[in-house]
């Protein structure tokens, strides 16, 4: 008799489909086949997951046929199955999954959607706080640099491909050219989390990087001097007026200690 | 983060497992349901349906119950995930905990389904463990539910009820008591699904869970699927019946995960759950009068009906006054905990 571990072990090889199915006679099921009946639980982890990934990727599946779609998520779920058991994680490596297979060599912008579908899911399960007012800092003294604090949820994404062009073109339950926004042409995309749902706005070199440099506590200072870098004509007023409106800023603190960059 | 909830018990009525189609009209409706019940892992990040569900729990008594720790598995639970477990319970301040007797890890994945134990003294020992590990964490009991499923193990040296009974024996955990879930394994294992309920400690039954099962036909073999996708079948009502005759009301949940229909279908099957409830305690009642009365003096074998306005439930007297008086056991066990009206 196997010892529990090893027991488990083969039977999670089987429902994944990685090994054949353990022996017969290690299993009851009445006066069933047992394993047929076994099949019902590789079954039931299949089709489950591969609603996970459906609901996480829903554009991904219009572009590339609800039946492929079906086929590349079994093959997903048999080779990287979930670590753990908080399935809002699952579906991190898909995209670069996607990337691996051969039909869809000649449309990267497929594995592209799908990264920014997952960022959105990302973004859907992340926190949102209650966002400050600029008025709020009128009279406060906060020094050349201050630390803006952004909310947690924003995600900042860049592609060679037009994907937020895709995915908004898919938004819409009428008919769409599949082809007429798959153009090689960059974007950059902020989204983040607005009550249920989420905000996705288009952003230049210069303001993705400001933001950029700010979600990730580098400073006023170093994200201006990065934004002009990129456009001497970049409006730091403007972006921080914008930066306010969209609802993104937490918090403005003095820094403890001054960045040197 | 951790935010201060007035403490709500679970009362002995039918509450509604809470799906995220539902939860703008719960906010907005605010219907009347005994209690809600939440998947821990779905409240396990800081999304929308965090910041409803806290705004629910400070109108309605909640359960959180917990679909992936994977209690047997011989590798012990997860530490990460059962402290994301403990952070659940902290922030939401639910009334009952509960998990399953099953394994879902093994091998470094998660399979995102149930699967039974081999029910001998090896798994037993693994799973009492980990059962430990876990009320120790969450510093509190949990409840530990029976499984549906569709094999079984040959070399199992006892059955799944004497198994949680033992369990219960070593770890002090509650159960929470899916008659579903007995309805199919009964029927695809084959055995007797009273006789496994009747197995089962009833003091230390805290929950009892209710839904609809698919049925399936492979071959020859007629195969009940769990897929909480539809209305509590004739069948497991019956089976209900049979466990709240024997453990008195207990709080029991509506569950409905696939083909979710609207709010109203949910509360609809809860009530029923009250009123078949409400009507078993009714009638033993009733039938315990009839048996005191008839020591003394005979009775006429119509009840008043005014006399049982006080229940709170007039619409039963008056059915059972109808019936005229159904044939009932004469010497009933006790049945601890109070009778509670649906509301």
């Not at chain 2, 120790?136 to 070399?155: G, Q």
């Amino acid at each position: 008799m196997l010892p529990l571990e090893l027991l488990q072990t083969s039977m999670a090889r089987s429902v994944l489909a990685i090994e054949p199915l353990v022996a017969a006679k290690m299993l009851t099921a009445g006066k069933a086949d047992p394993l047929a009946r076994l099949r019902i639980y590789q079954n039931n982890t299949r089709s489950s997951l591969t609603a996970v990934l459906m609901a996480v990727f829903p554009v991904t599946v219009r572009l590339v046929d609800e039946r492929f779609f079906r086929f590349v998520a079994s093959e997903f779920i048999r080779r990287h199955p979930p670590a753990e058991s908080r399935l809002a994680r699952y579906g991190a490596g898909f995209p670069r999954f996607l990337k691996t297979i051969d039909t869809l060599s000649d449309m990267p912008i497929v594995a592209e959607t799908a990264r920014l579908e997952w960022t959105i899911a990302e973004a859907l399960d992340a926190a949102c706080l209650p966002p400050r007012i600029l008025a709020e800092y009128d009279s406060t003294n906060l020094g050349p640099s201050p630390d803006i604090l952004l909310q947690p949820s924003l995600r900042l994404i860049v592609s060679h491909w037009s994907i937020l062009s895709v995915w908004t073109a898919h938004q819409q339950e009428a008919a769409i050219d599949q082809h007429s926004a798959w153009t090689r042409r960059p974007q950059r995309v902020a989204l983040w989390r607005a009550g249920d749902s989420v905000r996705l706005v288009l952003l230049d070199r210069a303001n993705f990087a400001f933001r950029h440099s700010l979600k990730h506590g580098l400073g006023l200072e170093h994200a201006t001097g990065r934004a002009l870098a990129l456009d001497p004509a970049f409006d730091l007023l403007a972006a921080l007026v914008r930066l306010f409106g969209d609802g993104l800023v937490t918090d403005v603190r003095i820094p403890r200690h001054p960045l040197s960059n | 983060m951790t935010r201060a909830f007035q403490s709500l018990a679970i009362p002995a009525t039918a509450g509604i497992g809470l799906r995220s189609p539902h939860i703008k009209e719960m906010l907005s409706r605010r219907p009347s349901a005994g209690w809600l019940e939440v998947h821990a892992e779905n409240y396990m990040g800081d999304g929308a349906g965090v910041d409803a569900l806290e705004k629910l729990r400070e109108t309605y008594p909640l359960s959180v119950h917990g679909v992936g720790l994977s209690l047997g598995s011989a590798r012990g639970v997860d530490h990460d995930h059962l402290q994301r477990l403990r952070k659940v319970c902290e922030r939401f301040q639910p009334d009952l905990v509960s998990e399953h007797l099953a394994w879902s890890v093994a091998d470094g994945a998660y399979l995102n389904d149930l699967l039974p134990l081999r029910y001998d003294e090896e798994a037993l020992a693994i799973v009492a463990r980990n059962v430990e590990t876990v009320q120790d964490t969450l510093k509190r009991r949990v409840l530990i539910e029976n499984l549906s499923a569709y094999i079984a193990f040959a070399d199992s040296s006892m059955n799944e009820a004497e198994f949680l009974a033992e369990l219960v024996e070593r770890t002090g955990c509650g159960l929470l008591l899916d008659v579903n879930n007995v309805q199919v394994s009964a029927h695809n294992l084959q055995y007797d699904a009273e006789a496994f309920i009747d197995t089962l400690p009833g003091d230390s039954i805290g929950e009892i869970h209710l839904a609809g099962h698919a049925t399936n036909q492979v071959g020859a073999d007629t195969v009940l699927i769990d897929d909480h996708g539809s209305r509590v079948p004739p069948v497991v009502w019956t089976l209900y019946q049979h466990a709240i005759s024997r453990l008195g009301p207990r709080p029991t949940l509506i569950e409905w995960d696939t083909d979710v229909p609207v709010l109203d279908v949910l509360l609809g099957e809860a009530m029923w759950a009250d009123m078949l409830s409400a009507s078993i305690m009714f009638n033993r009642k009733q039938a315990a009068r009839q048996t005191a009365a008839a020591r003394p003096r005979p009775k006429p074998p119509l009840v008043s009906f005014e006399n049982e306005a006080g229940t709170g439930m007039p619409v039963l007297a008056a059915f059972a006054a109808a019936k005229a008086g159904p044939a009932m056991p004469l010497a009933l066990p006790p049945i601890q905990g109070e009778y509670h009206a649906a509301a």
